[in-house]
Every structure is written in C-alpha cells, then in structure tokens.
T-cell receptor, first 108, second 112 residues
C-alpha cells in the first residue's frame, strides 16, 4: 500500500529563517515523490519532483530511501512561500497519493 | 493549451438528495482523470481515478461513484447524499504516464 505522512499540520517560521517541511512515505517498491503547493486563492500545482533534482523557488527536496523521507527545504523563507504544501507519491500505477498537507506561514 | 473545467463551484444539497459533479478537460486526448476530496485535517484524499473511458478505479469505500462516459469527461455522483459527504471536491488530469497533475478549481459541497 502507498502511504504518505506529513507529521506537521501547521508550521510557522519568520522571514529569512530556514524551513523544512517533513514528508515520510511507505511503499515497498521504487517510489516517485513530489511536492505540490496551493497558494491562497490559487489552484493546487506541482512544485517539484524528485526525479528532476531541481530547485524551484529556492526549494529543494532529496529522496532518502533509507529513511523513506522526502523533506522539502528552503534556506531562507519568504513571506510569499506561505501556502499549503502537499507531499505526494506515485508507486507503479497512474494514481497519485497525497499526504494530509502542511500549512506553512512565514511571518514578517 | 489544455484546460480543465469543473462545476459547479459551490453546491448546497439536502441529505438524501442525489449528486452530480462534472469535470471536463480540453486540449488533450486520453488523459488520466482523478477525483480528490480535500477536507480539513484529512488532506487530499484520492476517491477515484480513470485511465480510459469506462475504466474507473475506486480508492475508498464510500457513498460516491464515478463515471467516464466520454474521453474527457469525468462525473462524480451519489444517489443519496450523507452529511459526511460534505467537503471540497477537486478534479484533476494528467497525461498518461506523466505524474504531473493539473487541478480544477474545485467544488465546495455542503450537505445539510
């Protein structure tokens, strides 16, 4: 079974501080991991995917198979990063399973 | 370009009434289609997905059903709504074999 766990429902940091949104997964095979983001009054959209190994809006995420984690990190948070973040997993089929989400608030 | 339409945006229905939410995609063919429910404290729950006409996979047992009568049309239905069906329903599509989902604007359903 595919499962995604985001242990933090809410996360609050100050502008300029580092931020890490945690994501752990459960899947017996080789997973594909993603982060989706929903800004206020906008549609849910893809932020980044682990296979691309890219940095989007200063965010990075590394797949750690030993710890079954895919934490999202940014060294210096900005106010515009405030949003709802969802970690997602795809494992061998066309379905994408999401975590419960973490609401990030970046305070001025 | 591809677009996804979902309607209605809001819906208030009495308990026991039927439901039909519609989602259509334009500008692509043979998309994968998804219905999710977004609820506070429960995150984004996958309800149904479809990889082709008439092919529906159900993820959780529930009071809802889905149908795909046409290639780019995905319908979420219920014969009798329950209070617990209240929530925010999102339709999404992706290209087959591509994990990037494009989401609709959602439907806020209130069952009273």
């Amino acid at each position: 079974a595919q499962r995604v766990t985001q242990p933090e429902k809410l996360l609050s940091v100050f502008k300029g501080a580092p931020v890490e949104l945690k994501c752990n997964y459960s899947y017996s095979g080789s997973p594909e991991l993603f982060w989706y983001v929903q800004y206020s009054r906008q549609r849910l959209q893809l932020l980044l995917r682990h296979i691309s190994r890219e940095s989007i809006k200063g965010f990075t995420a590394d797949l750690n198979k030993g710890e079954t984690s895919f934490h999202l990190k940014k060294p210096f948070a900005q106010e515009e990063d405030s949003a709802m973040y969802y970690c997602a997993l795809r494992g061998g089929s066309e379905k994408l399973v999401f975590g419960k989400g973490t609401k990030l608030t970046v305070n001025p | 370009s591809q677009t996804i339409h979902q309607w209605p945006a809001t819906l208030v229905q009495p308990v026991g009434s039927p439901l039909s939410l519609e989602c259509t995609v334009e500008g692509t063919s043979n998309p994968n289609l998804y219905w999710y429910r977004q609820a506070a404290g429960r995150g984004l729950q996958l309800l149904f997905y479809s990889v082709g006409i008439g092919q529906i996979s159900s993820e959780v047992p529930q009071n809802l059903s889905a149908s795909r009568p046409q290639d780019r049309q995905f319908i979420l239905s219920s014969k009798k709504l329950l209070l617990s069906d209240s929530g925010f329903y999102l339709c999404a599509w992706s290209r087959a074999g591509n994990e990037k989902l494009f989401f609709g604007s959602g439907t806020q359903l209130s069952v009273l």
